[in-house]
């Protein structure tokens, strides 16, 4: 007997999960081999892996990417966003050693800000440094050199303007015309290159914060900052501080059929069911109109619901909760199709973001080879 083989119509509706009002259909994925008996060709190929699968872009700028992966597993998609968000290194404030604070604000809140705040500078040198290693358990760290570890300074002081007095006496309120430096900002920090990092990290590649205009502290007259940072290298796996990206997400992309025709005030209160885009409405055109069986027969100029971006929707389901709808339409999700999105918090573009999560999976998986290889070199 031969063996069965599905039709491409066939396959493309065990891909979508079925979304109805109170449940989800088809969640388990069937696309491993003998799930269906006596059907072949569901073997995975590097071969077949290679056609399916494609990558579209819909919004690329260097602070937030949107872009589908289509025709990958689950589990890869998800191995992306779990890279993204903590094994991706890059550089923060780790230790600060606070000279003199006469701020309001105490010294390990200070602290905590300072090591929060994004850092940027040369892509190069970022990836040139080294990891450095904290002393724990009685075991020796490393010594701070210009390959492990990058300096920054900041020494603010208030003080009073010249007519700052002045003007206070008569009631003004507004500190930037009483003080001098009564906002602490990150555009104040200064670094010190050390050694080699003069070749990276010089003129415009110092490293520097991303938001310069970040609110530290606020300082009036006689009251002091002064202190210095070390920035190391470091992974989201470690501390939130060193994740590159502020979200990494993805989901699913939503499909909707609609079964039958929605014409008129029915279908602009079918477009009011999904979010601004989703749904357009369009005159029924007099072929349409002409066509025996279409469902629009003498409908001709009436205004017809036409699906328009399906990417926009949530998959709310607000439209099943209307007795008239719920024949006319199937909502559900393409389970091998991923929409990431991707917000950089500066270190990196976030198209080279996922480029390098690509490169570290690759690594991964290489790593993994290896290990096989070597425990089958001795059985």
């Known amino acids: 007997m031969a063996p069965l083989l599905p039709s491409q119509e066939e396959l493309d509706r065990r891909k979508v999960v079925g979304f109805g009002l109170e449940k989800i259909t ?9 799930f269906f008996p006596g059907e072949t060709g569901f073997a995975w190929s590097v071969e077949s892996f290679k056609k399916n699968f494609r990558v579209q872009i819909h919004e690329l700028n260097p602070d937030e990417s949107t872009f589908s992966l289509i025709g990958l597993d689950a589990s890869i998609a998800n191995a992306f966003r779990r890279i993204l968000i903590a094994e991706i290194p890059t550089l923060a404030i780790e230790n600060v050693f606070i000279n003199n604070n006469t701020s309001i604000i105490q010294d390990e809140v200070l602290a905590s800000r300072l090591g929060l705040i994004p850092l940027k500078g040369n892509k190069e040198g970022l990836r040139w440094m080294k990891w450095f290693k904290e002393a724990k358990d009685g075991e020796p760290g ?5 390959y492990n ?5 900041l020494d603010v002081q208030c003080t009073w303007q010249e ?10 309120t507004d500190s930037n015309k ?4 009564s906002n602490v900002y990150p555009s104040q920090f200064t670094q010190q290159p050390i050694g080699r990092q003069a070749d990276f990290f010089s003129g415009e590649n ?17 009251q002091v900052i002064t202190l210095t940072m070390h920035a190391n290298k470091g992974k989201g796996g470690d501390h939130a501080k060193f994740s590159p990206v502020a979200t990494a997400t993805y989901r699913l992309m939503p499909k909707i059929d609609i079964t039958q025709p929605i014409i008129g005030d029915d279908a602009k209160k079918f477009a009011r069911c999904f979010p601004r885009g989703v749904i357009k409405l369009e005159p029924v055109t007099v072929g349409e109109a002409k066509r025996k069986g279409s469902g629009y027969e003498g409908q001709e100029g009436n205004l017809k619901a036409v699906v328009a971006d399906p ?28 929409i990431f999105k991707i917000e950089s918090t500066g270190q ?9 999560s690509v490169r570290l999976l690759k690594a991964k998986c290489m790593k993994m080879k290896r290990s096989l290889g070597e425990m089958t070199s001795h059985v």
């Open 206 to 222: 110092a490293v520097q914060p991303v938001n310069p205009d970040i609110l530290i502290a606020k300082l009036r007259p006689g």
């Open 142 to 146: 490393s010594t701070l050199t210009d």
């Open 348 to 356: 990196f573009d976030s198209d080279e973001l996922f480029l390098e």
């Open 26 to 34: 088809n969640a388990s994925n069937s696309e491993y081999p003998d």
């Open 149 to 153: 570890t990058v300096v920054l300074h």
């Open 311 to 338: 990417m926009k929707d949530t998959v709310s389901r607000e439209c099943l909760r209307h007795k008239e709808f719920v024949d006319k339409v199937k909502l559900g999700r393409i389970r091998d199709h991923f």
């Open 178 to 181: 009483l003080y001098h430096n």
């Open 163 to 172: 007519k700052g007095k002045e003007l206070f006496m008569k009631g003004e």
